[in-house]
């Protein structure tokens, strides 16, 4: 697949928003483009495709349903100066749950695909055998600013890993006002998920954390990401060139809005 000639390709911008990044722009039926391009040393963000993706498949279905977990894989790496293209696949609508499939497209190649479900809001039980995190109140920490992250802001508690390279709990949260939609909220925390690592516990000077493979998400509750996120990372195994870890997103009552899991490269430093 070709960019549509009737699109140009877009103009780097110098400082895009987070809601700049999630702005698509609708070609026809199931097909969105990214246009907010940057120009940036790295691979495109995971976060931030996988992002993208939850809201294209967001886009297809009825208002009354919202995104209760993702599965993406990581193909190739992505180029952050290049528009996105976003196909999504309707495999079903049921009474209570969408089912759709997305691949994300640059320079004719998929980079990135997700599988995503959709749950129309129901009453339930709602309990959490999970007690609350120890971390402290995140506006008399010190500050910490999450990499290649935009429009977010953090702060560091106490570390249950003491010395490890980046932190594996740390709180978040957005710096713009964000729409109260549970859409663009749970956008905005897969954007965040796909930061720093649940193993920097597991470097020892020769064996590392490398690319993402695959990623998902689960949400649970609705937090809002415009106000503190505490993110808790728990490395758990590494073995045959891959690392796994496991992670959750809670507001600053402690409840859990979303868990994570992450399997990445682990290999020798180069």
């Known amino acids: 697949m070709t960019y549509p000639p009737t699109h140009p390709p877009a103009e780097a911008v110098a400082d895009p928003t987070l809601l ?3 702005t698509l722009e609708p070609l026809e039926r199931d097909l969105f483009r990214a ?3 940057f120009e940036e040393q790295w691979a ?8 993208q993706a939850l809201l294209a498949a967001g886009r297809t279905v009825d208002e009354d349903r919202s995104p ?3 599965h993406g894989y990581y193909l190739r790496g992505g180029d952050a ?3 996105t293209l976003f196909r999504v696949y309707r495999d079903r609508d049921g009474r209570s749950f969408s089912a759709r499939r997305v691949v994300a497209i640059q320079n004719g190649e998929v980079i990135f695909n997700m599988s995503a479900s959709f749950h129309v809001a129901e009453e339930g039980l709602d309990r959490q055998f999970d007690p609350p995190i120890d971390a402290g109140d ?4 010190q500050a910490f600013t999450p990499p290649r992250l935009f429009s977010m802001e953090g702060r560091l508690p106490k570390q249950p890993f003491p010395g490890v390279q980046w932190p594996t709990r740390f709180w978040a949260r957005c710096t713009q006002d964000l729409p109260p939609d549970p859409l663009t909220q749970a956008c905005v925390l897969t954007y965040l998920s796909d930061i720093l690592t649940g193993l920097a516990p597991l470097h020892d000077g020769t064996w590392r954390t ?3 493979l695959d990623h998902a998400v689960w949400f649970h509750r609705p937090i809002r990401l415009d106000d503190w996120a ?3 990372l728990v490395p758990h195994t590494v073995s045959a060139g891959r690392g796994w870890y496991t992670g959750t997103v809670r507001d600053r009552g402690g409840r859990i809005g979303a868990s994570l899991t992450q399997e990445t490269l682990f290999r020798k430093e180069r």
């Open 44 to 51: 495109l963000y995971g976060g931030q495709v996988a992002a």
């Open 68 to 70: 209760h977990s993702l």
């Open 138 to 141: 995140p506006r008399e920490q």
């Open 35 to 37: 246009t907010t391009v």
């Open 20 to 22: 700049d990044l999630l």
């Open 210 to 212: 490398g690319s993402s």
């Open 230 to 232: 505490l993110v808790d």
């Open 81 to 83: 100066s290049r528009p």
